[in-house]
């Protein structure tokens, strides 16, 4: 079946370490999103991409890093830079086509903890 | 895309209707209005969607004023299941762009 699919679901880094979340869509679609979300807050977005090889940052992008090499595919960088990583990372991808009412399709999400 | 503005919980019982009210005052007039829902932990699901007429599909009813200025999610009859947080987020058609979501609502529904 299509979908998103984010990996790992469950990360614990020291401090001063970066990682990388897995976001892959076989949805065929163009723009892919990274969002935060902490406790009992909303989505907040950190970067997105509309197409292959060009990202925008969001609205809190600092301390993150992102690629988009290959259409299926949107890795997401915590580097040591951020402050406070320890989140709800998630992943979402829509389709850009023309007449294409441009659903978002959500991952399951990466839980970040910083030890 | 439009900001919108939706009220921060709501509490239903269970087998009556939840109406969720959203206010999107910038839309423009090739952006479609979307309600999401998470379950605590998951990520969001879609529910529905609609440009200017009201819609229905299995799970909801969405309604759109004429002005398009807001709209209301309605869930006919709320279960404990419907527990969750609402999105109500504006996107335009075949676009992409920085797409924002706000706090959502909070939906409890109790017996």
């Known amino acids: 079946d299509g979908g998103i699919t984010q990996s790992p679901k469950y990360l614990f880094r020291k401090e001063g370490q970066n990682v990388t979340l897995s976001c892959e869509q076989n949805?065929?679609?163009?723009?892919m999103y990274w969002y935060r979300q902490d406790p009992g807050q909303g989505l907040r977005l950190i970067y997105y991409?509309?197409?292959?090889?060009?990202?925008q940052k969001g609205d809190i992008a600092e301390g993150y890093s992102v690629s988009r090499e290959k259409k299926e595919s949107f890795p997401l960088t915590v580097t040591s830079a951020q402050k406070n990583p320890t989140a709800f990372y998630l992943c979402?991808?829509?389709?850009?086509?023309?007449?294409?009412?441009?659903?978002?399709?959500f991952g399951e999400g990466s839980r970040l903890t910083v030890l | 895309d439009a900001k919108t503005t939706q009220p921060p919980s709501m509490d239903c019982a269970e087998g009556r209707a939840a109406n969720l009210p959203c206010n999107h005052s910038?839309?423009?007039?090739?952006?479609?209005v979307y309600w999401y829902r998470q379950i605590h932990s998951q990520g969001p699901q879609y529910i529905i969607h609609?440009?200017?007429n009201n819609e229905t599909n299995e799970m909801a009813s969405l309604i759109i004023t004429e002005d398009r200025k807001s709209s209301t999610l309605i869930l006919p009859h709320a279960t404990l299941r419907d527990t969750a947080v609402y999105y109500c987020?504006?996107?335009?058609?075949?676009?992409?762009?920085?797409?924002?979501f706000g706090t959502g609502t909070r939906l409890q529904v109790t017996l």
């Open positions: 979402a991808s829509t389709r850009t086509a023309r007449l294409n009412t441009g659903e978002l399709f």
């Open positions: 949805l065929n679609h163009d723009a």
């Open positions: 991409s509309q197409i292959v090889n060009d990202f």
């Open positions: 910038t839309i423009s007039g090739n952006e479609y």
């Open positions: 609609g440009l200017k």
């Open positions: 987020i504006v996107m335009g058609a075949g676009t992409a762009s920085k797409l924002t």
